[in-house]
């Protein structure tokens, strides 16, 4: 089965890294009337009623200019301008998971650029200081880069390594297998989710995910399993996907963000998910194609 998170970047763009620096080139593609920009408010996009707008770049506003990069003869660009402008308007504003809706069908092309210009646009939007000094922040290198000013220290973007998990329990493929699935307290009723949590410094990707289950609900984990990744500019993340096997049952929920967790065999999941009362992560997310790689096959609703 083609899994759910593999259609967010299956058409990646040409970078250009090595062009950044060139300004005669960069000069010549702005240019260009082929080329493409994303306005970008702080880290906030205005979608049009027929999706999300790429403005000619003759009619994009002055602010920092973010290179994405080369894809079917154009060139692509964001431009970031000041977060305020988007409380002029701010129900028509809107932030990455906003937009996702934006990206379904044949719009899904647009992700791996959409992702690039948004995850640029946070990096901007929380590193305004230098972080040796103190100093102000200068954008090179087409956006990709950030310069003190003062003390001339570089800074480049970063993701976090997350890690996003699947965790079972009983004989693989079986009717009474279960799968343990968790939700928060904010989110809306019926609403779960796989576990998930950031990579903390000196830990192997396995030993965040078997720290992580267990801080989250109790169960202890042995063996863990690659699956895939996702990028994930919410704000900087790269999601790692594992499937893991439960070496415990016991649900002990001490930790704030998970409100309930629950062992769910497949025909649980595919009774509660066809009446409603289970509802399960969007069908693009590496939760959704974690979930379904497990079940066997594709499952109704999502959010």
Known sequence: MTFPHVTLVQDPHDRLGLLRTDDAWLAERWADPASRVLVIAGTRVRPGPDGLVWVPAAEAPEGVRLLLGERDGATWWGVIVPGEVAKEEPERWLPLRGLLPF???EAVRQAPLVFHALGL??????????????????PRAAGHELVCADCAKPQFPRSDPAVIMLIAVGEPGSPDERCLLGRHPAWPAGRYSTLAGFCEPGESLEDAVRREVREETGVHVGDVTY???????LPSSLMLGFHGRATSESIVLDDADVEDAQWLTREDMRRRADDGSLVLPGGVSISRSLVEDWYGGALPGSW
Do not use: I
């Open 103 to 105: 990206l379904a069908g």
């Open 227 to 233: 699956f895939g990744n996702q990028p994930w500019p």
């Open 121 to 138: 646009a946070e990096w901007h939007w929380v590193h305004r200081f230098c972080p040796r000094c103190g100093g102000t922040l200068v």
